[in-house]
């Protein structure tokens, strides 16, 4: 969704020693391709991209009630187009999925685009985010809305920091709680896209927002090289990963003891990636995952699952998609990339659902059952 922000190639500095956060070559070339895949894995088509939506893209998946979300944003063609549309689809098992509906319209000279979801266990919220200006020279902010259904939803609010203002800036779709219960996500601020935690210990996600402290490496622009973060929790710590847009084509981590107030210098880690975003959290039984594409370039295959024990070293691997599952783009379009887009992830008692766009066109969500997959360890 960035892609109208500045991106520059820095250099990696000699001086940023990596952080060891997989056993070297564990995701060379020649790993991955003996990467055993997720045991008992299943791949499911949510919308099959199609003329007058040939663009798909930014897919978030949650559940509510026993029923399975999905939300992305949708254009005729092009990414970030006047026409883009916020659309949504419910299931009832995460399998089988109706036809999506429009739950937000681009308008007005502004751009609007899906920032995931939340809920509480009665409410489902679903937010947008607004970008009334693509050159980012005036400030972002986020929409949401409520429904007790799914198919019900109240009129857009705008979404509200805990001294009553507006949360200006781009909502990261990434939310989950920490250990304590507290909300944490991240938010782009303006001026351009600059990473910030943010977080509320208001169950509803919809007000209390407080901005938490993360310091950034050297970057030039109005992008900060820590962008499109998810996270994980360990032992009481929590460790962010970053797609780093310096293009070193490595992960990026930091970490807070604090439930998220304060996050330590982020660090570039031997974690290969895809400079796109990247899905964390934790298993039911305590174990990190992290789900991203770690060609080290820009080709956004393979997916892979990686998983730990104790957040500081990833060290059980599995393919979830390969390149040779991968079909052929049907559509041209602006900013088009082959491959297996902004995984993000929803866990549930059973399963690893993730959630992606492949080739930019279908909305597609991968199951991994836990059950087959413990059995591994």
């Known amino acids: 969704m960035l892609a109208a922000a500045v991106l520059l190639s820095l250099p990696v500095s000699g001086a940023l020693a990596e952080v060891q956060l997989i056993p ?217 990963v970053f797609r780093d847009q310096a293009s070193s084509f490595r992960v990026l981590t930091s970490t807070s003891n604090d439930d998220g107030e304060h996050w330590s210098q982020p660090e570039i880690t031997n974690m290969p990636d895809a400079r796109a975003k990247l899905s964390a959290g934790n298993l039911p039984n305590g174990v990190a995952f992290i789900v991203n594409c770690p060609s080290g370039s820009k080709t956004r295959m393979p997916l892979v699952l990686s998983l730990s024990d104790n957040g500081s070293s990833f060290n059980r691997f599995f393919m979830l998609r390969n390149e040779a599952s991968n079909i052929p783009t049907r559509y041209e379009g602006k900013y088009k990339r082959v491959g297996f887009s902004y995984p993000k992830s929803w866990v549930t008692e059973d399963a690893l659902y993730v959630a992606y766009a492949e080739n930019k066109e279908d909305i597609v969500v991968t199951k991994v059952p836990l059950s087959a997959l413990f059995k591994t360890q």
């Open 24 to 240: 070297e070559g564990a995701l060379s070339a020649k790993a991955l391709a003996s990467l055993p895949h997720a045991p008992q894995v299943t791949h499911h088509t949510v919308y099959k991209g199609e003329p007058g939506a040939k663009y798909n893209h930014g897919a978030v998946m949650i559940t509510h009630k026993g029923r399975y979300f999905m939300q992305w944003q949708s254009s005729a063609q092009d990414e970030d187009a006047p026409d883009t549309q916020v659309l949504y689809a419910i299931s009832e098992d995460g399998e089988h999925w109706y036809n999506p509906r429009v739950m937000a319209s681009s308008g007005n000279g502004s751009l609007i685009t899906n920032g995931g979801w939340w809920s509480d266990g009665d409410t489902l919220v679903a937010y947008f985010n607004v970008w009334p200006n693509k050159q980012l020279q005036t400030p972002g902010y986020v929409l949401y809305t409520t429904s007790t259904d799914g198919l019900i939803w109240q009129p857009a609010k705008h979404l509200k920091m805990a001294d009553g203002t507006d949360v200006n800036g781009i909502i990261e779709q990434d939310l989950h709680t920490t250990p304590s219960g507290r909300i944490l996500t991240t938010l782009h601020r303006y001026p351009g896209l600059i990473a910030t935690p943010m977080y509320t210990d208001n169950p509803s996600g919809t007000d209390e927002w407080n901005l938490g402290k993360l310091p950034h490496l050297p970057f030039e622009g109005k992008t900060s090289r820590e962008i499109e973060p998810a996270w994980f929790s360990t032992n009481n710590q929590l460790t962010m």
